[in-house]
């Protein structure tokens, strides 16, 4: 998740891709239809009432989507297809912050195949999402902001979407289990063998890893997960991050930012050491290391000057995802020291 969300695309864009869905009208959908404009939270159904569905499932958000058969070609935003990747579903297409080669969530993946329709926040592509020609589309969604699925700019562009496919998000709340569970229980809905070797062997890197943290943290290092760029620095509250929520779970020093309910406190530069720690985590979302380094307030902390800045990966909810950053941090606990 980052700090700031771009700005999406241009409204002469809009009103063009608005007219060609309307041009195509029910082909775009395959006998489905959505019904975007209900209000937040309520449940929407998207099918058809003449058939005998065989496929539902209710997301995060209340939607409630009914199918006649399950579906099959899966698109989304990068977070969530990620996720149930992890577990077998190979999407068709993606969009997100950054294209999938760019993207540690796809290291060691073949994303052959897979068609991105955006690498920009808020920006897709509706002509090549329509022809990558997906059943259902998935995302996530966050508390902060529980009215509208993440990746969209707006409701309208929200609505574009799902007049070519119905969406579903998963919400990222509680610790990494709770939403890996969730991931799963999608996964399995839409055909993935939650028994076989690619989930149990992963399940079982997942837990080497979460014990491999417990001891390292064992040490009492402090620390603090943030997203720095040129104007502010992010910090990060633990308890709105699934990932860093059962990072801390696991015995993991995190600052608390003093009953701060958002997802980050805003520092100016001049601030950053209001929190005293040991080991800084950085989004690779945000400001390069040596970026960061270069902020004569930043490289003057014990942390940075004792070389203890390491990244903060945002890895998919799935225990091949969650496994990787377990075991990064780990490693790099381990090589810490206390230093404040």
Do not use: H
């Amino acid at each position: 998740m980052t700090a700031v969300r771009p700005a999406g695309p241009g409204i002469d864009r809009r009103r063009f891709l608005t007219a060609s869905l309307l041009g195509l009208g029910g082909l775009a959908v395959a006998g489905c239809q959505s019904t975007g404009n209900d209000s937040a939270g309520a449940a929407t159904t998207v099918g058809t009432s003449s058939v005998d569905p065989t496929w539902t499932f209710t997301d995060d958000l209340g939607v409630t989507v009914t199918l006649p058969k399950r579906p099959e070609r899966i698109a989304g935003l990068t977070d969530q297809i990620a996720a149930l990747w992890g577990f077998g579903i190979k999407p068709v297409a993606a969009f997100g912050y950054q294209a999938m080669a760019d993207d540690v969530q796809f290291t060691g993946l073949d994303t052959t195949g897979v068609q991105t329709v955006g690498a920009t926040y808020g920006e897709i592509n509706m002509e090549a999402l329509l022809a990558a020609a997906p059943d259902l589309i998935v995302t996530t969604s966050y508390p902060v902001d529980p009215t509208l699925p993440y990746g969209f700019n707006d409701q309208a562009q929200l609505d574009q979407v799902t007049a070519i496919a119905p969406v579903v998000a998963i919400a990222q709340k509680g610790v990494a289990t709770d939403v890996i569970a969730r991931n799963a229980e999608l996964a399995g809905l839409l055909g993935a063998d939650l028994q076989g070797q690619l989930v149990t062997d992963a399940k079982a890197d997942f837990d080497k890893a979460s014990a491999a943290v417990t001891a390292a943290a064992g040490t009492g290092l402090q620390v603090m997960a943030l997203g720095a760029y040129d104007d502010a620095v992010y910090v990060a509250q633990y308890t709105e991050d699934p990932g860093l929520a059962y990072a801390q779970r696991s015995g993991v020093g995190l600052v608390d930012l003093n009953g701060n309910d958002g997802y980050w406190e805003t520092l100016s530069w001049e601030n950053i050491d209001k929190y005293p720690v040991d080991v800084v985590l950085y989004s690779l979302r945000a400001m390069t290391k040596d970026a960061m380094m270069a902020q004569p307030t930043f490289a003057s902390l014990p942390a940075a000057a004792a070389g203890q800045v390491y990244p903060w990966e945002f890895m998919s909810m799935d225990y091949r995802g969650q496994a990787i950053v377990l075991g990064n941090l780990a490693e790099n606990l381990s090589a810490a020291r206390k230093v404040v």
